[in-house]
Nanobody, 124 residues
Framework: QVRLVESGGGSVQTGGSLRLSCTAS????????LGWIRQAAGKEHEGVAS????????YYADSVKGRFTISQGNAKNTVYLQMNNLQPEDTAMYYC?????????????????RGQGTQVTVSS
């Protein structure tokens, strides 16, 4: 069973930065997609960023392009999400997710395995 362990998150003021990390274990696929989705209070889950362990390709939600960067650790089962210039609308629970493939609509992440979540709060 896929297990995802997240760390990072917290509270910052507008314009601040945070870094999330996630390590996956228990998977059997040789290549897969790791990424992040988020859910703000009263809203649906939305894809944020993803990275393919196959070719390193990345996808970003339009709302975070230019501000968030997803990267891979030394081991392909670890990803980081560097979040810069955070805005109040970025406030949400962030979940690391595991999918069989990466797509621009984050389909496999939205319906894949996910971690317990870490809260990000941005105050104005």
């Amino acid at each position: 069973q896929v297990r995802l362990v997240e760390s990072g998150g917290g509270s910052v003021q507008t314009g601040g930065s945070l870094r999330l990390s996630c390590t996956a274990s228990g998977y059997t696929y040789s290549t897969f997609c790791l990424g992040w989705i988020r859910q703000a209070a009263g809203k649906e889950h939305e894809g944020v960023a993803s990275m393919s362990t196959d070719d390193g390709s990345t996808y970003y939600a339009d709302s975070v392009k230019g501000r968030f960067t997803i990267s891979q650790g030394n081991a392909k089962n670890t990803v980081y999400l560097q979040m810069n210039n955070l805005q109040p609308e970025d406030t949400a629970m962030y979940y690391c997710t595991f999918g069989t493939s990466c797509r621009g609509d984050f389909y496999f992440l939205l319906f894949g395995h996910r971690g317990q979540g870490t809260q990000v709060t941005v105050s104005s």
